[in-house]
């Protein structure tokens, strides 16, 4: 049974520092991977989408990484500000598209 | 081009009432899964549809809990005879699936369900 783990469950860093949210999932046979954001009382947003085939993608200042062998994902966001304060959460997909989520990391960028 | 519409945004029911919460997929999509989000957790998958078909129920409670996707419409998620523990955010999203299971999933905005 697939389990996805995001560590830490809650970050607070000042404005204008990188930072790195992680992901790990039990199972290696993924289709693809999600980082998503939510803000509260709102739904997901999409940021980005890694094939199982891929190693990373690139948006603006957001770069994710996979490495399905050790069942890890890392999200580095560059230069925080205030407004990605929100909800990040990581999610596997099985060849149906069905998405396994973690719990989620709550990040807070103080300005 | 609309995103994918859930209604209501806010449904309160009294225990043993029925619930129905709407989503209308984005335009192009045929693929609509449910997703429940329970206070202090996280997103759980709950069924999976296509058009006239399930796919996949395997989230889905075993009591009290369908869902449909008919050929016109929205799709419908239906809980009868809600109890406290149902109160949580119901998510739905959509696919194309043209480009197979490689299609980004997009979320509406939730139905936030709560039971008094």
């Known amino acids: 049974k697939q389990e996805v783990t995001q560590i830490p469950a809650a970050l607070s860093v000042p404005e204008g520092e990188n930072l790195v949210l992680n992901c790990s999932f039990t199972?290696?046979?993924?289709?693809?991977l999600q980082w998503f954001r939510q803000d509260p009382g709102k739904g997901l947003t999409s940021l980005l989408l890694i094939q199982s085939s891929q190693r990373e993608q690139t948006s603006g200042r957001l770069n994710a990484s996979l490495d399905k062998s050790s069942g890890r994902s890392t999200l580095y966001i560059a230069a925080s500000q205030p407004g990605d304060s929100a909800t990040y959460l990581c999610a596997v997909s099985s060849n149906t598209g069905k998405l396994i989520f973690g719990q989620g990391t709550t990040l807070q960028v103080k300005p | 081009n609309a995103g994918v519409m859930q209604n209501p945004r806010h449904l309160v029911r009294r225990r043993g009432q029925e619930a129905r919460l709407r989503c209308s997929p984005m335009k192009g999509h045929s693929h609509v899964y449910w997703y429940r989000q329970l206070p202090e957790e996280g997103l759980k998958f709950m069924v999976y549809l296509q058009k006239e078909n399930i796919i996949d129920e395997s989230g889905m409670p075993k009591e009290r809990f369908s869902a449909e996707f008919p050929k016109e419409g929205p799709s419908i998620l239906r809980i009868q005879q809600v109890v406290r523990g149902d109160s949580a955010a119901y998510f739905c999203?959509?696919?194309?699936?043209?480009?197979?299971?490689?299609?980004?999933?997009?979320f509406g905005n939730g139905t936030r369900l709560t039971v008094t």
């Open positions: 999203a959509s696919s194309r699936k043209d480009r197979g299971a490689n299609s980004p999933l997009h």
């Open positions: 199972d290696s046979a993924i289709y693809n």
